[in-house]
C-alpha cells in the first residue's frame, strides 16, 4: 500500500497482549484515516452501554494516510475515544511530532482495548510493541514522564503521556504529546488513564511511500507557492493563534467574564503580541509545517510552548485576569498535570459566577472565597482539580456534572453544549459559532466545523466556494443568513482533513488556500487510489453522519443541538457584539435542511443512510426506532 | 571554495522538512531516520540541523579503514562498495553527520546547488553556499558547540 503503512496495532491491556494486523482496504478507502477510521472503530467497537471509563471503552490513536509525508500540516494526530465528560463520541486532534512515528514505527493507527491491572506503558518500535511496567511513572507530570522516557529509550523517541490529571480520572483531562501539544478536549486523558496507561513511546526508523512521487512534488510546490503568498501567512506565522486576542476582543467574540460578554477591557495586557513578544526565544513548528505558528517562550529558567488563544482566554479574559506571565504558568502546569484549558478554565469561571451570584458559598468550597481575578486561588484550583481534593473533586467533574451536584440553578450558568464546555468564540459576535459549538458532535467545539469564513469576511473564497449568491449575508458574521450552507460545507471538509491527517490551519479551513479537489488529488497521488471529487464529499459525509449516528443511538436529536440561554435569550451588554443574540433555531433549520436530516428532530433518514453505504448503520437506528 | 550545506540553527524551527524531502529524494520514501541531514532539540527550543558541512579536515576519511570515504573536489563521497558498515567514520565525526544506515555508510554529498533540504526549508535555516575552508570550520564549530560535542 501506498501512503498507509496498511497494519494497526491492536493493543489489548486486560490480557497484556499487542499484535499488529492488517489494515482493511475497505476500511481505509471507505474511511480515510484519522477521524474517519476512529469514528468507524468507536461506533463498530463501543455501544451504548459502554462505560467510557470501564475496560470495554477503545482509545485510539490514529495518522492518515498523508501523515508522514512532507505535506505542509500532516503532522496531526487524531485520538478517538467514548467521551467520560459528554458519554458521546470523543475525539481530539493534536499537533506536534508524535503521530509520524506511529507510521515510522509501522502502523496506521494503535487501538487500545481493556484495562491493566498496574500501570503500565507502551513502547511501540519498528513494527513491535511492548506493554512495559509504569509504577516508576504513575504519579509522575506530563513533562517528567517525557523526560524519564527520553532517557531510557533515546533523545528520538516521541511521547504521548498523561498527568496525575488523567491518574485521577479528571473528567476533562487531556494527552500531552511533547510536552505542550496536547490532545486535549472530550476528556480522552481520562480514558488513558482508566486503563492504567501512562504513556505510549514511539520510534521507528521506518518511512512512508507515496503512489506518484512527481505528483506529489508538483502539488507540494504549489502548495508551498501559495502558502508563502497567502496574506494571512506573516502574522500567523508569527503568533500563532494568540494572534486572535486583539481582532476578536473588538468584534466582542473573546469570552469574557464565563462568557457574559465577548469584549475584556484589559485584552491589550493579555495581547498575543504581548505574550510571543515578550517571551519567545524561539519559533516552532508541528512536525512537516511549514506554517511554524509555534512559539517558545522562557519565563524564570522554564522554556515551553505558548498559550493558545483558548487558553489565554481561559486563564485571562473569562475569569478577569490581565497577568500574561500567569497565563504562560497556568498552561504548562495544565500541561504538565494533563488537563484541557478550555473545560478546566470554564468550570473554574463557573464556580466564580455561582460564587459572586451567592448560589456557591464557603460551605461548598470549603472555605474558599471565589473572587474573580484572583490568581492564587486560580492556581490552588488547578491543582486542587487534577488532584480531585476538596472542592476540586466537583470542579474535576467539568462543568455541566459539577453544576448538577451543587443544583440551585447554578446550571444556568453552567455554560456547556451535551457536557463539554464552550469555547473561546462567543456566537453572539459570529453567529456560525453559535451553530457549531450547538451542533458540535462531542459538544460545544469550533473545530468540529472550523466556520472561519465569516471571522474576518473571506468574501473572495465564499465568492469561490458557494457561489456569489450567499454574498453578503454568507460573510457577514451577525448575519444567521446561509451560516447552515457553510457550516455543512465546512464540517464535511474538516472531517476528511482530519482524516488525512492534516491540520484544518494549514492552508484549508484556514486560511483557505485547499478545497475539495486539492483534497482529492492529494489523496490520490499519495494512496495510488483513484478518488474523484465527488466521491471524496461523500466519504466526509460518510464520516459526519455515522459520528451522528453513533450520537443518535446514545439519544441525541434536535433537542440536544441547543446552546445554554446566555447566548440565544440575553443579549450581548457590551463590546464589539453588543445587542446580538445567537438566532439558532433559524440557523439548525438551514443545517438540517443542508445535511439532508429530518428537520424537526435532526435524526437522519434512512435514504440518506443508504446513499452514503451506510446500511448496517440504519439497521441498527431502525432497531432502536431511532429514524425519523 | 567548496559546495555545502550550512545551517544557521538560530533559524530552525524543527519542523523536519528537509529531513522529509532528503529521503524522498534519496531513498524514495519519507523517513528521517534514513535522511542525511538530522534535527535535533536545542536547550534554547530551537531546532538544530546536523548535516555534513564537508568540513577541511574531513576526520572521517582518515578513520576508515577500507578506504570508502573519499574527498572529490572537496566533497566527502562514498563508495558503497567499499563501505563494509564498521561505523568508524560516524565515531570519528564530531556532530555524527555520517550514518551507517542500511548496511553503508550515508551522508550529504551536496544533491546540487539547489538542494531539496534547502529548497524545502521555511525559514532559510539551511543554505547551500561555495564556502570558504574557515566558513565550513566555523559552521562545524557551531554545530559541536550546540550539540555540546557528542553529535
Ligand atoms: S544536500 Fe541532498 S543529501 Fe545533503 S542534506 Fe540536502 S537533500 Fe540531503
Ligand atoms: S527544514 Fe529548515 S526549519 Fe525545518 S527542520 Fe530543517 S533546517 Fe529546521
Partial sequence: MYGYTGKILWVDLTRGKAEGKDLNPGLARNYLGGMGLCMRLLYDLTDVDTDPLGPENVLIFAAGPVTGTSWPGSGRLQVAAKSPLTGLAGYSNSGGHFSPHIKYAGFDAIVVVGRSEKPVYLFVEDGRAEIRDASDLWGLDTWETEDVLRERHGEDVRVAAIGQAGENLVKFAAIVTGKGRVAARAGIGAVMGSKKLKAVALRGEGGVKVADPRGFEEMLEEAMRKIDGSPFSETYRDLGTPLLVLPMNVIGRFPTKNHYMGSFERAEEISGEKIVWGYRVAKRACFSCRFHCKNILKLGDTIGDHPEYETICSFGSNILIDDPEFIIRMNWLSNRLGMDTISLGGTIAWAMECYERGLLTREDTGGLELKWGDRDLVERLVRMTAFREGFGDVLAEGVRRASQIIGRGTERYAMHVKGLEIPAQDGRAQKSMGLAHATAARGADHLTHSTFLDEVGFEEAIRERYGEQYLPEMADRFSPKYKGIMAKDCEDLTAAVSSMVICVTAGWLFPPLFYWEDLARLYTVVTGIEVSVSEMKRTAERIVNIRRAYLIKHGVTRASDSLPERFTKEPAPAGGCKGQIVELDQMLDEYYEARGWNVETGLIPRGKLIELGLEDVADDLARLGRLP | ?151
Fill in chain 2, 1 to 151: 571554495m567548496v559546495l555545502s550545506v550550512i545551517p544557521e540553527p538560530s533559524r530552525c524551527v524543527f519542523c523536519f522538512e528537509c529531513t522529509l524531502a532528503c529521503s524522498s529524494s534519496l531513498e524514495g520514501e519519507f523517513s528521517p531516520a534514513k535522511a542525511r541531514i538530522r534535527v535535533l532539540e536545542s536547550r534554547e527550543g530551537h531546532g538544530l540541523p546536523i548535516v555534513c558541512v564537508q568540513c577541511p579536515e574531513h576526520p572521517c576519511v582518515d578513520a576508515c579503514p577500507t578506504g570508502a570515504l573519499q574527498v572529490e573536489v572537496g566533497i566527502v563521497k562514498v563508495d558503497e562498495g567499499s563501505c563494509i558498515a564498521c561505523g568508524a567514520c560516524t565515531s570519528a565525526c564530531p556532530i555524527g553527520a555520517v550514518r551507517v544506515i542500511g548496511g553503508r555508510a550515508v551522508k550529504c554529498q551536496v544533491c546540487s546547488e539547489e538542494p531539496p533540504c534547502v529548497k524545502i526549508c521555511p525559514t532559510g535555516a539551511l543554505k547551500v553556499v561555495d564556502a570558504p575552508d574557515e566558513e565550513r570550520e566555523k559552521a562545524l564549530g557551531l554545530l559541536v558547540e550546540l550539540t555540546g560535542g557528542g553529535g
